[in-house]
Antibody, heavy 121, light 112 residues
Framework: QITLKESGPTLVKPTQPLTLTCTFS???????????VGWIRQPPGKALEWLAL???????RYSPSLKSRLTITKDTSKNQVVLTMTNMDPVDTATYYC????????????WGQGTLVTVSS | DIVMTQSPLSLPVTPGEPASISCRSS???????????FDWYLQKPGQSPQLLIY???SRASGVPDRFSGSGSGTDFTLKISRVEAEDIGIYYC?????????FGQGTKLEIK
């Protein structure tokens, strides 16, 4: 059974960095496969926005509009994927989700519960 | 970036009646491997999104067969043969042909 869970601060001050951890079980990001984990966010009352993804082979992709602020890494020994976003702004207030994708073709089939991050002084 | 445009944005439906949502992409999502890199998701109130359809027309595991996806290239449709009360929420399309992955604006399905 595949599960994912996001963790991190609920409140971040403007200009501060945000570090979110996605802890997963039921699959591996270290074995040879097409598996990937992505991060998606959703501002309150707004649509979903894709942020970044990381493949089992450590290949990484970022949203071009946020690329300068984002870093995605994985710790296969802990079954975790970490997303760091620098220079947080109130417009970054959103629910942040991590999600599993068995391959680029097969959809984000498992999602975490999401974590609401508020950026405010 | 590939722009995804959904219609309608609001969809009131009577239970038992069919419903249809359209999504158009600004460029073809048909890869040279013959697959469309296109998903449909449903976000029920207060929940995380859930995958309904991938590859344009393949139902995800556990998705009722009243949901079906069709289309290819730039035009896709999600159909619900008979809407049930549990189908309420916001439906999103998403392209995965290239990064950045992009979502549609969402279609809010509500029960009349």
């Amino acid at each position: 059974q595949i599960t994912l869970k996001e963790s991190g601060p609920t409140l971040v001050k403007p200009t501060q960095p945000l570090t979110l951890t996605c802890t997963f079980s039921g699959f591996s990001l270290s074995t040879s496969s097409a598996v990937l984990v992505g991060w998606i966010r959703q501002p309150p009352g707004k649509a979903l926005e894709w942020l970044a993804l990381i493949y089992w082979d450590d290949d990484k992709r970022y949203s071009p509009s946020l690329k300068s602020r984002l870093t995605i890494t994985k710790d296969t020994s802990k079954n975790q994927v970490v997303l760091t976003m620098t220079n947080m702004d109130p417009v970054d207030t959103a629910t942040y989700y991590c999600a599993h994708r068995r391959s680029i073709l097969t959809g984000f089939d498992y999602w975490g519960q999401g974590t609401l991050v508020t950026v405010s002084s | 970036d590939i722009v995804m445009t959904q219609s309608p944005l609001s969809l009131p439906v009577t239970p038992g009646e069919p419903a249809s949502i359209s999504c158009r992409s600004s460029q073809s999502l048909l890869h040279s491997d013959g697959y469309n890199y296109f998903d449909w998701y449903l976000q029920k109130p207060g929940q995380s999104p859930q995958l309904l359809i991938y590859s344009g027309s393949s139902r995800a595991s556990g998705v009722p067969d009243r949901f079906s996806g069709s289309g290819s290239g730039t035009d896709f449709t999600l159909k619900i043969s008979r809407v049930e009360a549990e189908d309420i929420g916001i439906y999103y399309c998403m392209q995965a042909l290239q990064t950045p992955y992009t979502f549609g604006q969402g279609t809010k399905l509500e029960i009349k």
